[in-house]
């Protein structure tokens, strides 16, 4: 396979003036007509070529024009070749392809009879032949004949019709963000009237029969236009909003202009049918794919080495706004855990790479943690170091300047400092270095000074063999061990590679509280004694570091558990359980609080001590804290699960699941101790999936019979996302050595289907979310994974690609779990016509 280098860049010789497309949808022999208006692009060094490459995959040439002569270009695999003249022309082709065969769920294809596209990133190439690169953007106008009632393309209605419609974008876009639906569905429907007083029209089509869970998903739309408009000046520049709900879909969903698609799982739902988290998740990728109007589509990439100038910025925008929605220390703690779960092991191991990647094979590939969530961390630096105001005042210059641009980090980057004055050189290492960097901090205290000196080191990778010092800020507060505050939150900035900040005219020595916020992606490493540990988890203001506090304590005592057999100390225990019971505190925040670190986070922190975790262990472990734990709360747990029930009607609001979560907890404690009782009467009476599903999950885990398992499936089996959920349940749920057995018996259940991402990743996700079981000695799970990707990569590559990142921590396993992951591996890139995204996975995977 070709690798593609971000130092290659070169623009296209010609710019696209306009683009008419024509569909006739028929499912294996869809037509699209096309005529695109060429032009020479006065930003292309060097003489406009005599011919033109036009990228094309999976479609079948029926016939081209060239200004109205007939043309027989030259082509290939990935696309054709034609002479062209040397100033403007038109170029009209016709070609057919197969939606119906399309299970790759790319380009244009077909879920339940309806059709839809997914473009990003470089599926528009399997509708037509076109210049597939997100630096060409033109005006699109789409005719659609087809057989449905609902023919969608993107930008405003010019004629709707059943059986045929006109759309108009006046917006150029790339042609990663054309989108077109058709389909027997039915609408939502609302109103919005933006700043300055235009109405908008939004809709959320769904199928029949789902019109119930469309609610939330409308009045989440409506909140994120408000919140774009008062946080970001951002206004909607279109008559219309159309989401559109489709049950087969790569990933959570898509930011097309005027035509978001979503996953159903990432739009649809209610009380009964969803959990608060599946609520709090909709909300923030409905705000995530809305926000994305302004960064993304109206300035969007110039080549997708750039994604993160999009991707990275919309995740920061969505965390501010469920911030706002909902409790900011919450999603600031539950962000890290996920920052550290899943991009730290990916930067840490054979799939480390720059928040800006400069090479790849298959740029699906990089659809990662990395460009996400830490390319968000990465604006979150740049927004502490630079202040709020100059960050709002920097974000609308680049809104200003790069307006209908397809544009870079440089682009962005120069806007803040042309708008503070800084060199950000230095800073823009984040963006070309990979690694997750490791910053130390050493103490001194002499009369009335503390000495902080802080070493940062970022490990080598392939990716980046010799890293550089990079700008690191640091929040840190100081707290005196009578628990007063001896220094509110600062920001001190690192450049150096060591560097010492002096703290005067204390009355004490102060226990200093460092990266308050999580301020900086780096592996913290502060020699604090579990004294003054303690004191941060009963006084630190900072709502991030007092959880931290008790994270770090918890840390340690599993630790003390694997290396020495220690028992968990029960001062800290109890100190666990004054938190929960303090009700001055949000439940949601002390749902956290007892919450302890998992299994695959103890794996890396041990791999990064250079030891050798065993899963068994780490599970017993974590099974005897549970335990341990469950005593501790005996005589709280009943109590604080009925002071916590939620009376009253369901709300998916933060409040009332903070409540349910803190609950849920305390069920666990009980039904580990005093059986299933409590959770079936929970169960059987649950009028919200939260209470049910929290419920059967402890059921699963505690009790004798399938009974309530059965009575479940009889409930949902017509609801195909409850489905996934219990599909899931049972492998999350299952002993360790019975998780591939599980997992293996679900995939011959009637109701499996492996082509449905989101059935094959409930039961496979939920596989390689079950450390112990995913990693159980007999390396089942590793066959069994292996051989369902070996299924499905010629049916959908993308998904299985993605899936193949679970072989990514092998190297921190014994030998012989080394070797049976590495056996699997080299199996399926033994496999004849491998894809080029499973490919690359792998062959990285191996380092
Ligand atoms: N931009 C899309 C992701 C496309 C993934 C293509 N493999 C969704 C999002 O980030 O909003
Ligand atoms: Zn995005």
């Given at each position: 396979p070709k690798t593609i280098f971000l130092s290659d860049y070169t623009p296209y010789p010609w710019t696209v003036e306009s683009v008419n497309l024509h569909f006739s949808l028929d499912p294996h022999a869809t037509r699209v007509r096309s005529v695109i208006r060429f032009a020479r692009n006065?930003?292309?060094?060097?003489d406009t070529p005599d011919t033109m490459f036009l990228h094309g995959e999976q479609v079948k040439l029926i016939s081209a024009q060239i200004d109205g002569t007939a043309v027989d270009p030259e082509v290939t695999g990935e696309g054709l070749t034609c002479a062209v003249p040397a100033g403007s022309f038109t170029w009209e082709a016709e070609v057919e392809i197969d939606p119906a065969n399309?299970?790759?769920?790319?380009?244009l294809y077909m879920s339940n009879g309806m059709y839809c596209t997914q473009?990003?990133?470089?599926?528009f190439r399997k509708i037509t032949f076109y210049?597939?690169?997100?630096?060409?953007m033109s005006v699109f106008t789409v005719t659609i004949d087809g057989p449905h009632p609902v023919l969608l393309s993107n930008g405003n209605p010019v004629k709707t019709g059943e059986h045929h419609a006109e759309w108009h974008d006046p917006w150029p876009k790339p042609a990663y963000l054309f989108a077109l639906v058709a389909g027997d569905l039915v609408a939502h429907s609302d109103t919005f009237t933006t700043m300055n007083g235009r109405q908008v029209d939004l809709n959320l089509y769904v199928r029949?029969?789902?019109?119930?869970?469309?609610a939330f998903g409308m009045g989440a739309l409506k909140a994120s236009m408000t919140w774009d408009e008062q946080v970001y000046g951002r206004e909607y520049d279109l008559d219309l909003f159309n989401i559109v709900a489709v049950d087969?879909?790569?990933?959570?969903a898509m930011e097309n202009k005027g035509l978001n698609i979503f996953n159903s799982s990432a739009v649809l739902a209610s009380p009964e049918t969803s959990t608060d988290m599946n609520f709090e998740r909709i909300e923030a990728i409905i705000a995530h794919e809305y926000f994305?109007?302004?960064?993304?589509?109206?300035i969007t990439c110039r080549?997708?080495?750039?994604?993160c100038l999009k991707e990275g910025l919309t995740v920061y925008r969505d965390s501010q706004f469920t911030s706002d929605m909902r409790s900011a220390p919450v999603k600031r703690i539950s962000d890290v855990i996920d920052l550290r779960g899943r991009q730290f092991a990916e930067d840490q191991g054979p799939l480390a790479h720059p928040v800006?990647?400069?090479?790849?094979?298959?740029?699906?590939?990089?659809?990662?943690a990395t460009v996400y969530e830490k390319g968000a961390e990465v604006i979150g630096m740049l927004k502490t170091l630079v202040g709020e105001d100059a960050y709002y005042k920097a974000v609308e210059l680049y809104f200003d300047r790069h307006d209908g641009d397809a544009a870079t980090i440089e682009d962005w980057l120069k806007v803040f400092e042309d708008t503070t004055?800084?060199?950000l050189t230095q800073f823009k290492r984040w963006y070309s270095q990979a690694g997750t960097p490791r910053l130390s901090v050493e103490e001194s205290f002499e009369l009335d000074t503390l000495t902080l000196t802080f070493t940062q080191h970022t490990p080598p990778s392939a990716a980046t063999p010799e890293p550089q010092p990079l700008v690191i800020p640091i929040a840190i507060g100081l707290i005196y061990?009578?628990?007063?505050?001896?220094?509110e939150t600062k920001v001190l900035e690192m450049t150096k590679e060591v560097q010492s900040f002096r703290f005067t005219g204390l009355e004490d020595r102060p226990v200093a509280s460092v990266l308050r916020g999580f301020s900086a992606p780096v592996v913290l490493t502060h020699d604090l004694s579990d004294a003054d540990r303690m004191l941060l988890l009963s006084a630190d203001t900072d709502p991030f570091n007092r959880w931290e506090a008790g994270n770090m304590l918890a840390r340690t005592t599993m630790l003390a558990m694997i290396r020495d057999g220690a028992a968990p100390d029960p001062a800290f225990l109890n100190a666990i359980k004054g938190i929960a019971l303090d009700?001055?505190?949000?439940p949601a925040f002390r749902a956290l609080m007892i919450n302890w670190p998992g299994p695959a986070e103890l794996a890396n922190v041990l791999h990064e001590a250079g030891e050798v975790p065993d899963p068994e262990q780490l599970f017993t472990v974590g099974e005897q804290i549970r335990d341990a734990m469950a005593e501790t709360f005996a005589d709280a747990a009943s109590d604080l699960y009925a002071r916590h029930s939620v009376s009253g009607a369901y709300q998916p609001d933060a409040a009332q699941s903070g409540k349910r979560a803190l609950s849920n907890v305390m069920l666990a404690f009980i039904s580990r101790r005093s059986g299933t009782e409590t959770a079936q009467a929970q169960f059987d009476s649950a009028d919200n999936m939260t209470q049910q599903i929290s419920a059967l999950s402890q059921i699963l885990r505690?009790?004798?019979?399938s009974t309530a398992l059965d009575a479940f499936y009889q409930q949902w089996k017509d609801d195909r996302l409850v489905m996934d959920k219990w599909f899931g349940l049972q492998v999350s749920c299952a002993k360790p050595e019975d998780g591939a057995d599980t997992a293996r018996r679900l995939t011959d259940h009637?109701?499996?289907?492996?082509?449905n991402p989101n059935r094959f990743r409930a039961v496979f996700g939920a596989l390689i979310g079950h450390h112990a079981a995913f990693h159980h000695k007999s390396g089942d799970a590793y066959t069994l994974l292996a051989d369902w990707l070996i299924t499905l990569d010629p049916l959908n590559p993308q998904t299985t690609a993605r899936m193949?990142?679970?072989?990514?921590?092998?190297?921190?396993?014994?030998a012989d779990r080394q070797a049976r992951i590495l056996a699997e591996v080299e199996r399926i890139l033994a496999t004849?016509?491998?894809s080029r995204d499973t490919t690359e996975m792998l062959t990285r995977i191996k380092g």
């Open positions: 006065p930003a292309y060094a060097g399309n299970t790759a769920l790319e380009g473009c990003e990133a470089e599926g210049p597939d690169r997100p630096d060409v029949p029969g789902d019109e119930g869970k469309c087969d879909f790569n990933m959570g994305h109007n302004w960064t993304g589509n109206r080549d997708w080495f750039q994604l800006r990647p400069e090479s790849f094979q298959e740029i699906n590939n990089f659809y990662t004055g800084r060199d061990p009578d628990g007063r505050e001896a220094l009700e001055s505190l949000d505690h009790g004798e019979d009637p109701d499996f289907n492996h082509k193949c990142s679970a072989f990514q921590t092998w190297k921190r396993y014994d004849p016509d491998l």
